[in-house]
């Protein structure tokens, strides 16, 4: 019985470390994929790190590229900006020059716009707006019809129209009414053409020659009446040559008629034969 007791705890024992033998070889086996799933996670995880990595270099590298063109880009738009500011500039003091110069004539100067209007003023000058009592910043979006009555306002248009689109120089005497009465202007005019090379406006430079002229027909007065007056001294002259020349014809004919008689009182002396006493 003793011997039976301990063969039982014998297989027992032996079922016993069979059974954990079992169970270590399940452990091992169990170890063994998770080393052999750790250590493929693990070259995975390289892979996707080594991916990463280019993925990373790759976005890097594009985003270098990128900031280098915005940053060009930047340096650009600050150049054409900076450019811009001094391009706006220069056409700030070039209008200032403009207006400087044209404000110190006599002569009325004026710019009208035909491609869109109907002859709208865009720029006028210091004597425009002295003559027509009118400021540059009251006539903008004006045109003749505005400024003047409409006869003259048509004659005006008729021949900007006629500049404008033949897009030729025409020089004129122009009637323009004022405050204090007509005055008459000679007036110069040309169109004035865009970047294209088309007319998009009319410039004019209008002088006042209304002294002028009326001091031609004051000279053509005086003309006339100096003319009237030398025809008048011309007529009297010639009476007064007529009568001469009748007083001189008088006269000669008596010293001839005179010397005749002498030469009769010489012929009968010499011819007399006896002597005379006084």
Known sequence: AVHLAVAIGQAESLAQTRQQLKELACINAALKAETNYCQQAEVQLTQVKAELESKVEER?????????????????????????????????????????????????IFVKEFLHTNGNYLLINKQFETVFNISREEILSKNDYDLFPKAAADTFQQVDWE?????????????????????????????????????????????????RKQA????????????????????????TVAQLQQEIGDRKQAEAALRQKEEQYRCIFEAASDGLFI
Request: aromatic share 4%.
């Open 60 to 108: 890097t590298a594009k985003l270098q590229e990128v900031i280098v063109h915005l940053q060009r880009e930047i340096r650009d738009r600050t150049i054409a900006e900076q450019q811009l500011r001094e391009s706006q500039q220069q056409w700030q003091n070039s209008q200032q020059l403009l207006q400087s110069i044209i404000d110190n004539t006599n002569a009325c």
């Open 216 to 239: 031609e027909l004051t000279l053509q007065q005086i003309k006339a009446e100096l003319e009237i007056r030398v025809k008048e001294r011309t007529a009297e002259l010639q009476r």
């Open 163 to 211: 500049v404008f689109k033949s897009g030729k120089l025409i020089e004129l005497e122009e009637i323009v009414p004022q405050t204090d009465g007509m005055h008459t202007y000679l007036s110069v005019k040309f169109p004035l053409l865009n970047s294209d090379g088309n007319p998009y406006a009319v410039c004019g430079i209008a002088t006042d020659i209304t002294a």
